[in-house]
């Protein structure tokens, strides 16, 4: 493993914790929405890391967690213990996220991607995709995705 992407592993675990404390710290008190603010930054950190290293089956999750997250911050959708527990599982399919990209794995197993889907399916409803948006979030990534060398991504159709 690179030391960039090894650095992304350890940093990505801490924003995940940081995630998961914030969404418990909800959980519990949900008129404290200065918290969302970092949650949402943690997922926004964690996708934008996921994007520098090209692991896509991480940055298109992230991307999903993080339009719902902002969404939350902008009070478009309402806390509930349903969205937060959501929230909490996708923080966990983050976790295996990593272990696969620590692991040294080009993408995750059948399973770890049915469980992403189903995931994707349920974040949809949060989001106003639908069905229909969340099957085209599958975790690993849609389309290839090549770096430019600058720092610009460019999305291909294959």
């Known amino acids: 493993m690179d030391e960039l992407t ?5 940093e990505g675990r801490e924003q995940l914790l940081a995630m998961e404390n914030g969404l418990l710290e909800l959980e519990q008190n949900p008129e404290l929405r200065d918290n969302i603010n970092g949650i ?10 996921s994007g520098v290293i090209e692991c896509g089956f991480i940055e298109s999750f992230m991307h999903k967690v993080e339009n719902v997250l ?4 902008n009070g478009e959708v309402e806390i509930s213990g349903d969205l937060t527990g959501l ?3 996708c923080c966990d ?3 295996l996220l990593m272990d696969v990209l620590e692991a040294g794995q080009p993408e995750p ?3 770890a991607q049915a469980a992403g889907k189903a995931l994707l399916a349920e ?8 069905a229909a948006g969340a099957a085209s979030g599958v975790v690993a990534a849609e389309s290839p995705v090549e770096s430019s060398g600058g720092g610009v991504v460019v999305v291909t159709d294959a």
């Open 6 to 10: 090894s650095v992304f592993i350890q």
């Open 40 to 49: 949402f930054r943690a997922a926004h950190t964690i996708k934008g890391a």
């Open 93 to 95: 399919h983050l976790g």
């Open 70 to 73: 902002d969404r939350l911050r």
């Open 109 to 111: 197993g059948e399973d």
């Open 123 to 130: 974040l949809a409803a949060y989001t106003g995709e639908g």
């Open 87 to 89: 929230l909490l599982r």
